[in-house]
Every structure is written in C-alpha cells, then in structure tokens.
C-alpha cells in the first residue's frame, strides 16, 4: 500500500496525559499537513511542511501541540497535556507539490488518528 | 480571515434524484478543490478547478467555478448509494499551501 498511512488509528487518553501521533507520506510527496477534524466540520488545517522545514501553524495549534518532521519523510504530531477539548480526529495528508503557483497539488489523506481525551 | 461556506450542510434524496451543494468563498480563490468523505472514512480528492467559468465532469459529477472564482458547485444526476458521504470544497489560503474546507453537504439516500 503507498498511500499515507497514520498510527495509532485511535488513542484513548486521560486528560493531562501526552500524546504523539505519527504520520507517514507517500514516498515522493514533499510536502505534508496536519488537519484537525470535529464531527460535523470539515478538516481544519494545523500545520504544514515542506521537506523538513515547518512552513507554517495555524493559531489553532497552541503551545501544547508540537510537530516535526526530522528527515523530511514521516512526521510526528506530539499534544501535551491534553485537554478535553483536543478530543477529535487528527488527519494527515500529503502532497508532490509544484513551483507553479496556480497548480495546486491534490492532497492526499491517511486514514486519520482519533484521539478521545477523558 | 478566509472562509468557506458550504450550503446545504444536509441533504436526503431519494435514490434516482439529482443533488446538488454549494460552496462560496468570502475571498477569490485561485482555485478551488473538492472532496468526498465516506462515513467513517478520510477525505478522497475528487477534483480540482483553476480557471474563472470552469466546468468539469466526471460521469454523474459535474463541477463548477464561478465567474469571479468566488463560488463553486456540485451536482450529481440521478444519485445512486455509493455516493453517500459528505462532499467538501475547500481553497487555497493566500500563498501558503494550506486548504481552508467549508463544513462539508452530508448526503444520505433512500434506496
């Protein structure tokens, strides 16, 4: 399978606990994003990489949530303390990208880590 | 900031109807994307518009991007149950590489 591929595909935790999720590509693509989705709502983007550099976060991921992506292949969302409100499914997705502006690449989720915090 | 609104946010139709949702942008898109999540499942690309007056079809699909690349629509003839699911547009954020989604149209259908 070369699609994107998340694990764990669910995480129970209790509330003040730290969590990590890890995220892997598909192979060629460089550039990869971390959404956040709620029931009802569509993904809301958190973070976004380009090989290993982070190019970008969103206001939405505070100081608690933390992501890498150290060899510019798989990445890692880490959340400490977790609040009750972190509770939802945290999407992967990734992309070839393209210089051309306009040309914007599909992008390409995994199958998602939902996280319940108790 | 950017937002992306998706109308209806629900919609029930017999099997054999047409169905259609809306997406409409509170700034111009360089292009627009849409998506299919089945339920349960992850975001699935379906298609991608680029140019102002856009329409694109993909057997019972049909997508378009307005004029003023502002608003956006899908319209599937004659549904059958494999497209249940909840259909979302989204759009690029200024130069960056990020999609801001709408809500999603969640499809279910009468057989």
């Known amino acids: 399978d070369t699609g994107v591929s998340q694990d764990p595909r669910h995480k129970i935790t209790k509330r003040g606990q730290n969590v990590t999720f890890r995220c892997d590509p598909i192979?060629?693509?460089?550039?990869l994003y971390w959404y956040r989705q709620t029931l009802g709502q569509g993904p809301e983007f958190l973070t976004y990489?380009?090989?290993?550099?982070?190019?970008?976060k969103s206001r939405l991921l505070s100081d608690r949530f933390s992501a890498e992506r150290p060899k510019g292949s798989f990445s890692t969302l880490e959340i400490q303390r977790t609040e009750q409100g972190d509770s939802a499914m945290y999407l992967c997705?990734?992309?070839?990208?393209?210089?051309?502006?306009?040309?914007?690449?599909?992008?390409?989720f995994g199958p998602g880590t939902r996280l319940t915090v108790l | 900031g950017q937002q992306v609104m998706q109308i209806p946010q629900y919609q029930h139709v017999q099997e054999g109807e047409d169905f259609t949702t809306y997406c409409n942008s509170s700034?111009?898109?360089?292009?627009i994307q849409w998506y299919k999540q089945r339920p349960g499942g992850h975001p699935v690309f379906l298609i991608q518009?680029?140019?102002?007056?856009e329409v694109k079809k993909q057997k019972r699909l049909t997508f378009q991007f307005g004029e003023a690349k502002k608003n956006s629509s899908l319209h599937i003839t004659a549904t059958q149950t494999t497209d249940v699911g909840t259909y979302f547009c989204?759009?690029?954020?200024?130069?960056?590489?990020?999609?801001?989604f709408g809500q999603g149209t969640r499809l279910t259908i009468n057989p």
């Open positions: 700034t111009t898109l360089s292009n």
């Open positions: 192979s060629e693509h460089n550039r």
């Open positions: 990489f380009q090989n290993e550099a982070q190019l970008e």
């Open positions: 997705a990734s992309s070839a990208g393209t210089p051309i502006a306009a040309q914007y690449n599909e992008q390409f």
């Open positions: 989204a759009g690029p954020r200024g130069g960056a590489q990020k999609l801001v």
């Open positions: 518009l680029v140019k102002s007056g």
